[in-house]
C-alpha cells in the first residue's frame, strides 16, 4: 500500500483546550473514516497526516488511567484562579497546559510510517531531546516514565517535556507539552504527571532568558522530520 508521508502543518495560536480537542478529534476520525472504507476499495486512498502547534490557555487535564487525588485543589478553587480542569481520553496522569508552553498534537497514520507505539514515543522523545541539545541542555529519559527530564537520575530531576497520546487503528491524537516561558508555580496544584518527588522546568529557566517559541517550532519540526523521514511539511 502506498504511504503518505507529507505533515500538514496547522498553528492554532492561543486556543483553549477544549476547542483544540474538537478540532484535533475531528482531523483524528476523519482519518479512521477514511482507513475503514477503504477496506472496501480495490484501490485505496491516502490517508493524511497532520502536526497542530497550539497554546492553551491555563487548564489542567486528567488521562485515563490518572488519578483525581494528583490534583491538590478543589474544582472550584481552580475556577477562582481561571484555571480549567478536563478529564481526556489521553494516557498518561496529570499535567499542565498554559501560556508560556509548546503544545504539539501529532496526528498521523502511522500505517504511513511504522505501527508500533511504543517506537513512536520514543521518537517524540528523542525530537525533543535532540532540540534541546541545540539550545546546550543534555535531556534524557527517564525508564517508565514517558518525557523528558534534565538531570534524571540525581536528586535534582526536573521534567520539562510532559507526554500523552491517544492512538485507534494506528491513528495518533494527543501529543506532548513542552515547557518554554512557562510559569512553574501551576505545576504546584499538582503532582505532576503522578510522579512524587520530582520538580520540573522549563527552558526559559534553564537558559536564563526568554525563549522564542517559533525557532523552538523550527527545530522541533525538523527533528520529527528527520526521525520520521516526513518527505514535506505542508503549511495549512
Given at each position: 500500500?502506498?504511504?503518505?508521508?507529507?505533515?500538514?502543518?496547522?498553528d492554532?495560536?492561543?486556543?483553549?483546550?477544549?476547542e483544540?480537542?474538537?478540532?484535533?478529534?475531528?482531523?483524528?476520525?476523519?482519518?479512521?473514516?477514511?482507513?475503514?472504507?477503504?477496506?472496501?476499495?480495490?484501490?485505496?486512498?491516502?490517508?493524511?497526516?497532520?502536526?497542530?502547534?497550539v497554546?492553551?490557555?491555563p487548564?489542567?487535564?486528567?488521562?485515563?488511567?490518572?488519578?483525581?487525588?494528583?490534583?491538590?485543589v478543589?474544582?472550584?478553587a481552580l475556577?477562582?484562579?481561571?484555571?480549567?480542569?478536563?478529564?481526556?481520553?489521553?494516557?498518561?496522569?496529570?499535567?499542565?497546559?498554559?501560556?508560556?508552553?509548546l503544545?504539539?498534537?501529532?496526528?498521523?497514520?502511522?500505517?504511513?510510517?511504522?505501527?508500533?507505539?511504543?517506537?513512536y514515543?520514543?521518537?517524540?522523545?528523542?525530537?525533543?531531546?535532540?532540540?534541546?541539545?541545540?539550545?546546550?541542555?543534555s535531556?534524557?529519559?527517564?525508564?517508565?516514565e514517558?518525557?523528558?527530564?534534565?538531570?534524571?537520575?540525581?536528586p535534582?530531576?526536573?521534567?520539562?517535556?510532559?507526554m500523552?497520546?491517544?492512538a485507534?487503528?494506528?491513528?495518533?491524537?494527543?501529543?506532548?507539552?513542552l515547557?518554554l516561558?512557562t510559569?512553574?508555580?501551576y505545576?504546584?496544584?499538582?503532582?505532576?504527571?503522578?510522579?512524587q518527588?520530582?520538580?520540573?522546568?522549563s527552558?526559559?529557566?534553564?537558559?536564563?532568558?526568554?525563549?522564542?517559541?517559533e525557532?523552538?517550532?523550527?527545530?522541533?519540526?525538523?527533528?520529527?522530520?528527520?526521525?520520521?523521514?516526513i518527505?514535506?511539511f505542508?503549511i495549512?
Amino acid at each position: 500500500m502506498k504511504k503518505n508521508k507529507i505533515v500538514k502543518v496547522l498553528d492554532l495560536g492561543f486556543k483553549p483546550y477544549a476547542e483544540s480537542l474538537t478540532i484535533q478529534e475531528d482531523y483524528f476520525n476523519q482519518i479512521i473514516d477514511l482507513k475503514r472504507s477503504n477496506r472496501n476499495k480495490e484501490r485505496q486512498d491516502l490517508t493524511d497526516n497532520y502536526l497542530l502547534w497550539v497554546e492553551h490557555p491555563p487548564v489542567f487535564t486528567l488521562g485515563k488511567s490518572g488519578k483525581i487525588e494528583h490534583l491538590l485543589v478543589d474544582q472550584a478553587a481552580l475556577e477562582q484562579k481561571g484555571i480549567q480542569f478536563f478529564k481526556t481520553n489521553r494516557g498518561g496522569d496529570i499535567t499542565f497546559h498554559g501560556p508560556g508552553q509548546l503544545v504539539a498534537y501529532p496526528i498521523f497514520d502511522l500505517d504511513n510510517f511504522f505501527t508500533d507505539i511504543h517506537k513512536y514515543l520514543r521518537f517524540l522523545e528523542e525530537a525533543i531531546i535532540k532540540t534541546l541539545e541545540e539550545f546546550g541542555l543534555s535531556a534524557t529519559r527517564s525508564p517508565g516514565e514517558t518525557g523528558v527530564w534534565l538531570d534524571e537520575g540525581t536528586p535534582f530531576a526536573r521534567k520539562i517535556c510532559a507526554m500523552g497520546v491517544r492512538a485507534s487503528r494506528w491513528v495518533t491524537m494527543h501529543g506532548l507539552a513542552l515547557n518554554l516561558n512557562t510559569d512553574l508555580s501551576y505545576f504546584d496544584h499538582i503532582v505532576p504527571c503522578g510522579i512524587q518527588g520530582k520538580g520540573v522546568t522549563s527552558l526559559a529557566k534553564e537558559l536564563g532568558k526568554p525563549v522564542d517559541a517559533e525557532s523552538v517550532k523550527e527545530k522541533l519540526k525538523l527533528h520529527l522530520g528527520s526521525l520520521f523521514e516526513i518527505e514535506e511539511f505542508q503549511i495549512n
